[in-house]
Each structure stands twice: as structure tokens, then as C-alpha cells.
T-cell receptor, first 113, second 111 residues
Framework: DAGVIQSPRHEVTEMGQEVTLRCKPISGHNSLFWYRQTMMRGLELLIYFNNNVPIDDSGMPEDRFSAKMPNASFSTLKIQPSEPRDSAVYFC???????????FGPGTRLTVL | GENVEQHPSTLSVQEGDSAVIKCTYSDSASNYFPWYKQELGKRPQLIIDIRSNVGEKKDQRIAVTLNKTAKHFSLHITETQPEDSAVYFCAAPTSYDKVIFGPGTSLSVIP
């Protein structure tokens, strides 16, 4: 198994542009999490899905952020419009069920100029 | 509200000494407590976990203890080695299975 796959690995964009981050969870995992990591705020949970359904999006900073999971093997996190304060590493993680380890992807390092 | 606190935020030990990191959580429904290690520039990876029906779990040089009454759990690393240098995160799920991570502890092991 290739593990959790994220793309792109690095993204540099200008303020105001739309950014789309992609994630492919491990096959068979029914939970998917999106995290944002910065030095100041640590590892923040943005949103998580169970069986493709968003369960809690209270961590999404504002309306500029949106996430979708159209099927069990794909999820996107979109920022529109992007701002410099969105610069961070965004991790996707999947899990096979409750009381289990989360497997993190390699992350996407986003820089908004 | 949902909260996971972690102490200390930084820890420096001599190689061979022990390191202890403590976490406290607020949701009494939490029943699974993992610890993740994140090396510089890499992703967090699970190193050990414990479920609420167990008070202690050990895996070679790493152990975790849980006190559900006091709502805290601790990571113990014995005979530390330079490769143990990393950021360590504790986590706890809430009653809605939302996983909350602690702020992290940066551990430095001095050769």
C-alpha cells in the first residue's frame, strides 16, 4: 500500500488565487482528516469525514475554506481566495475506524505570497 | 470545551537519561490515547497508544501511563538516544470522535 497520498507536495501562489489540495486515503479506511500545521498554532484539525460524510467542520477557519469527499478514495481542500496567513503545511490523514491510529500523508507545504 | 494540554513545551535531556511528557484532556468520554512523533520536515507517526481499559503499556524503551480519574496520560522514554529528538504530540478523541492534538513537546537529546 502506498499510504496516504497528497498532492501537490509544494504550492506557491499569490494572494487572491484559488488553491486546491488533494488527498487519497488508504484503501479501506473510512475516516479522513484534514489538518493545518503552523509554528504558532500547532496541529489544527480543520474538518473530518466518516464514510465520505463531513462530521465536524468547526475547525475550518472561515468561508474561504471548503472541503469535499465525493467518494471513498478522494478528498479536496479548497481555499478561495487565498491569503498570506494561510501559509502552512496541510496534512491529510486517514483511519480504519474508531480507536485506531491515524495515518498521515506527507503534507502539502503551501506558501501564499 | 474540548481541550488537550501538554507539558512541557520543550525538553532537553542528556543521552541515556529518561524523558517524560504529560498530557491532560477535558472530555471524560475520551477512550483512546495515542502519541505521535514528528521528525523535522516529516509527517507525524504513531509511536504508541493506549485504550481506556488499560493503565499502562510498554514497547521497548517507550511506555504510556493513563490515569482516567485525573484525566491525564504520560509518555515515558527511557535510555534516550539522539534519534529520539523530535516533536511529540499527544491526542485524545472527544465524544464525537473528533481527535484533538496537544500543542506538542520538542524533545532534544544531547549526545
Amino acid at each position: 500500500d502506498a499510504g496516504v497520498i497528497q498532492s501537490p507536495r509544494h504550492e506557491v501562489t499569490e494572494m487572491g488565487q484559488e488553491v486546491t489540495l488533494r488527498c487519497k486515503p488508504i484503501s479501506g479506511h473510512n475516516s479522513l482528516f484534514w489538518y493545518r500545521q503552523t509554528m504558532m498554532r500547532g496541529l489544527e484539525l480543520l474538518i473530518y469525514f466518516n464514510n465520505n460524510v463531513p462530521i465536524d467542520d468547526s475547525g475550518m477557519p472561515e468561508d474561504r475554506f471548503s472541503a469535499k469527499m465525493p467518494n471513498a478514495s478522494f478528498s479536496t481542500l479548497k481555499i478561495q481566495p487565498s491569503e498570506p496567513r494561510d501559509s502552512a503545511v496541510y496534512f491529510c490523514a486517514s483511519r480504519p475506524g474508531q480507536l485506531n491510529e491515524q495515518f498521515f500523508g506527507p503534507g502539502t507545504r503551501l506558501t501564499v505570497l | 470545551g474540548e481541550n488537550v494540554e501538554q507539558h512541557p513545551s520543550t525538553l532537553s535531556v542528556q543521552e541515556g537519561d529518561s524523558a517524560v511528557i504529560k498530557c491532560t484532556y477535558s472530555d471524560s468520554a475520551s477512550n483512546y490515547f495515542p502519541w505521535y512523533k514528528q521528525e523535522l520536515g516529516k509527517r507525524p507517526q504513531l509511536i504508541i497508544d493506549i485504550r481506556s481499559n488499560v493503565g499502562e503499556k510498554k514497547d521497548q524503551r517507550i511506555a504510556v501511563t493513563l490515569n482516567k480519574t485525573a484525566k491525564h496520560f504520560s509518555l515515558h522514554i527511557t535510555e534516550t538516544q539522539p534519534e529520539d529528538s523530535a516533536v511529540y504530540f499527544c491526542a485524545a478523541p472527544t465524544s464525537y470522535d473528533k481527535v484533538i492534538f496537544g500543542p506538542g513537546t520538542s524533545l532534544s537529546v544531547i549526545p
